[in-house]
């Protein structure tokens, strides 16, 4: 049997949990159908919701076994919600989703064709449009992708979303990145593996409403840059030698015009050495930003590298799938 988690952080979802359960439950079963190797838990996050979001997890455990749940003292944030189910998940595969049906189950069945033979070893969507979300909103976000993807090493796909379908080598490889600042869209992509991206146009979330204010998405985006670039610690360094080579050029400049001319140069001087000592500085600071850019690689401590495949892998891959085409004759004999 391989077990799948379904991993889904809620902050204030009353309103749109009992829709959510429903439709994944259809969905799994379907599944299940189609798989008779395939088992579910749901592992339901509580981030500290106000609401009766925890009283829905508990009637929901009581009625079906497969339901699990985590409920944080306070609202740690959707990030924290994700890494705790990734940490407690204990399924072959996790799935992560939001409650709101943003992320429609209706996906799951195709994901896991793309991931259950190795092919993918994550299947994710993709917005192609951005309907229901103000201009000012997609304007912003389609600069940070720019500004992201120019300075960081990390490609970062616009409009890639957290509702994922991954093997449990990819969370392995995602919970080795222990660091404290967690920016997922970066993470996921930062580890790599063969990523299926499924275009789908947006949704928008049922009831209840989001948690996301403009001003907490521009904080995200921050985040996000600063957890996955370190240019703007070296940024000085770039307006420290702007400065001190536009200094050489005054003074040079200014002798040539103190030498043909009698206009007194004095004032033209202190300018150019102020630009100067400036630009040292400026060029000084950013020696420290860059170290500071290394320390700070360090302290994260992120894996050196992850396996995508080993021998092992394959062959535990190989023999599952033996045992699979086994059982498939085992179930076909009774009736014979
Ligand atoms: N969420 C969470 N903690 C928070 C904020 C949001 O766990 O502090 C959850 C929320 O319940 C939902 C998902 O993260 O399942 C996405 O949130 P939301 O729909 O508000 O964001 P949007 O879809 O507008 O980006
Ligand atoms: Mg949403």
């Not at 949704?203 to 670039?229: N, Q």
């Not at 009698?262 to 630009?279: C, K, P, R």
């Not at 085992?330 to 009736?335: A, F, H, K, R, T």
Request: charged fraction near 25%; glycine fraction near 8%.
């Amino acid at each position: 049997m391989k077990l799948v988690s379904v991993v889904v952080p809620c902050y204030n979802e009353q309103e749109v949990l009992p829709m959510f359960y429903e439709e994944i439950t259809k969905v799994t079963a379907g599944m299940a159908k189609e798989h008779p190797d395939l088992e579910f838990e749901y592992l339901f996050i509580n981030d500290g919701s106000k609401d009766r979001t925890l009283e829905i997890f508990r009637e929901l455990a009581d009625k079906d076994k497969r339901v699990r749940y985590i409920s944080f003292s306070r609202n740690f944030g959707k990030e924290s919600g994700m890494y705790a189910g990734l940490k407690n998940a204990k399924g072959d595969y996790v799935v992560v989703m939001d409650a709101d049906l943003q992320h429609p189950p209706a996906f799951l069945p195709e994901m896991y064709n793309y991931v259950k033979d190795g092919e993918f070893d994550c299947a994710t969507t993709r917005r192609v449009s951005r309907t229901g979300e103000s201009k000012v909103r997609s304007a912003f976000a389609r600069l940070f992708y720019k500004i992201m993807n120019k300075i960081s090493q990390t490609e970062i796909v616009d409009g890639a979303q957290d509702f994922r379908f991954m093997t449990r080598q990819m969370v392995d490889a995602i919970l080795e990145m222990s660091e404290y600042n967690r920016f997922s869209k970066g993470i996921f992509s930062w580890v790599g593996f063969k990523v299926k991206y499924m275009p789908y146009e947006n949704v928008e979330r049922m009831a209840g409403t989001t948690s996301w204010s403009f001003w907490g998405l521009f904080k995200y985006s921050l985040e996000g840059i600063m957890a996955f670039s370190t240019a703007p610690l070296s940024l000085s360094v770039f307006f420290g030698i702007a400065s001190f080579l536009a200094a050489v050029i005054l003074v040079f400049m200014g002798l040539v015009i103190a030498l043909f001319t009698d206009i007194s140069m004095g004032w033209f001087f202190v300018i150019s050495a102020i630009l100067a000592v400036g630009g040292i500085q400026l060029g000084c600071t950013g020696i420290l930003g860059m170290y500071l850019a290394k320390a700070y690689m360090e302290v994260k401590k992120r894996p050196i590298y992850i396996a995508g495949e080993t021998d092992e892998i394959y062959r535990s891959r190989k023999n599952n799938g033996a045992q699979a085409v086994s059982l498939e004759k085992n179930d076909v004999s009774p009736q014979q």
